[in-house]
């Protein structure tokens, strides 16, 4: 199964958000989806953590009245979609969820904030590893909002820093296209809260399937490289990188939850319909879009690979 959200041949920023529910597939419907790169975006968190966990996960007036029932929707949400990977059991004082796939087990008790015996920093971060998505919380509080936590493992140019404790309009202010969205943002907030869950998708151009694209490479790493989007010549290899978004609301705390599953594929494997499609939609984008995509002087390569 291939997610192509630029079939229709237009670039846009528009939330466009759908249903979960409707989604035709069942495994579309899944909050934390598991395919057979399971073990490697695990591996990329892994990596990640052992570089610095600070610079991956980071939380912002995150209170235990928030985080409490994110964790235990969490929890119980990876027992229910993947019961043959993940088991939830109490014991005796404790809570222990039970990963089949890596035989990691996560202990906890009654207070859902704090693990035992582990280099995690809390249940969240316990939990937000397990999964093959980067996670995020957001806040509303009266008329403010603000990203509470930040899960990012599989950074696209972007850094958890940056963003951690910013409202929608803030974070959001760089995208070209958004100008509009931003102005009324926070009604769509409150729907996110509110109603859903939803589900939506963004894209863009890479030239390698690597997930993580913090804008500051790990220490010893040529920045050049670790920066990509290099479509230097005819033959560079290029691939669309899709990303799944899915916003799980919880109007009781004032919160949502946002999930974002990454998905490289070779243009080299699209169909002929596929391909025109994908060029109408760059070429279709502004220049502003272009230079924040990094597709800046790229068109014509990619004219000459799709077309």
Known sequence: MKYLPFL??????????VALAKAPNPIDQFIFQIDEQYSDYLDNKKRCRAEDPFKYFCTEKLDAETVVPMNQYMASQLAKEHPAIFTLKREDLNYVLT?????????????????????????????????????????????KDWLAAIHLSSANHWAPSEKIGRPFYSVHGIVPGMEKLNQNYFKMLLTAVTKGPYTRFAWGISTDTRLNHHPVPPPGVDPVYWQGRRVEHDSSHIYIRVEKQNIIGFAALNAFLFTILTFFYDIEDLTKEEKQALFLAVEGMSAESLEYKGLTDKVEILRKRLL
């Not at 229709?8 to 958000?17: E, H, I, R, V, W």
């Not at 996560?106 to 704090?114: A, E, F, G, Q, T």
């Not at 582990?118 to 509303?140: G, K, P």
């Open 8 to 17: 229709d041949g237009k670039y846009s920023t528009a939330p466009a958000l």
């Open 99 to 143: 990963n089949a796939n890596t035989g990691e087990e996560i202990i906890w008790k009654d207070d859902w904030v704090s693990v035992q015996n582990t280099s995690y920093m809390s249940l969240f971060d316990a939990l937000c590893s397990q999964v093959q998505e980067d996670v995020s919380i957001c806040r509303i509080e009266g008329d």
